[in-house]
């Protein structure tokens, strides 16, 4: 039986340094996100909402076109949707992203990956 140096256990000091990088780097993909604008819309373009890449708000643009005083209803709905789709482009910059820096420290002991 051939014995491997140290137990064949990883290097503790090299995996903490690993993990730390990749925190590090989860970090500035999360600064990054905050920063960074998507956008969604509706109606063909009446509506238009603008998002933080990590979902924050940050615009609405309504067309004079989609504005009827007879029919708020469907302006709400148009609102609605152009949010939603603002956020799902968001949450597909989020996994773009972020995805390979939480699989590589889901992998690593103790991350809450």
Known sequence: MTVIPGGGQPNMQQLLQQAQKMQQDLAKAQEELAQTEVEGQAGGGLVKAT???????RGLVID????DPEDTETLADLVVAAVQAANENAQQL???KLGPLAQGLGGMPGMPF
Do not use: H
Request: charged residues 20%; without cysteine.
């Open 51 to 57: 998002v933080t890449g990590s979902g924050e708000l």
């Open 64 to 67: 004079p076109k989609a504005v």
């Open 94 to 96: 989020q996994q773009d």
